[in-house]
């Protein structure tokens, strides 16, 4: 039980990333740095200075970047492939107690996954927002549901399995609405 829920964390995290993709790794950092939390063997440089600093520097500039509607949207495309490898760190750093083979396959398939398909819905709706005015606040939006989410799936790692859950329905509902298009008969 415990192995599926460090997969669900992972994954979870993961999915925060397609919102900021700096603000879930700065906030693992933080939690690791004053030990409330521990990561995979190999992985506990997410909490050191230097990288704290690192992320606190990227998520600051990729929050303020995201407040200037055609700028947040180029950077959105150009940083699905960072989001990828975010996920992927993420998902890896919290599954450690099993082959190297199947905890890099799901860090893979599933983190980077999972944060490919998060980025892509929010770099939709990003783009229908700006041509509603809502920039800012899906911006806002975003950065709230990447600061508290994280904090909460630390504190309650059960809401983990919830915003799966929640992110895959959201995905799904957006997907119908903006991109299926029945085929007449």
Not at 4 to 27: E, M, N
Not at 96 to 123: K, Q
């Amino acid at each position: 039980m415990e192995t599926i829920l460090a997969i669900a964390i992972g994954l979870a995290l993961s999915a925060t990333v397609g919102f900021r993709i700096f603000t879930p790794l700065l906030i693992t950092g933080i939690f690791v740095h004053v030990d409330w939390l521990t990561l995979s063997e190999g992985f506990s440089w997410i909490g050191s200075t230097p990288a704290i600093i690192a992320f606190a520097v990227a998520t600051l500039f990729e929050v303020a970047v995201n407040y200037i509607p055609a700028v947040g949207s180029f950077m959105k495309m150009i940083a699905t492939p960072i989001a990828a490898l975010a996920g992927i760190l993420l998902t890896a750093s919290f599954i450690g107690d099993m082959s190297p083979f199947l905890e890099w396959s799901i860090a893979i398939i599933g983190g980077g996954g999972v944060a490919t398909a998060s980025h892509a819905t929010i770099t939709a709706v990003k783009g229908v927002s700006e041509t509603a005015m809502m920039s800012p606040a899906v911006s806002a939006a975003e950065d709230a549901t990447a600061t508290f989410v994280p904090i909460l799936i630390f504190i309650a790692p059960i809401l983990a399995i919830v915003f799966l859950l929640a992110m895959v329905f959201m995905i799904y509902k957006l997907y119908r609405r903006f991109l299926y298009k029945p085929k007449a008969i």
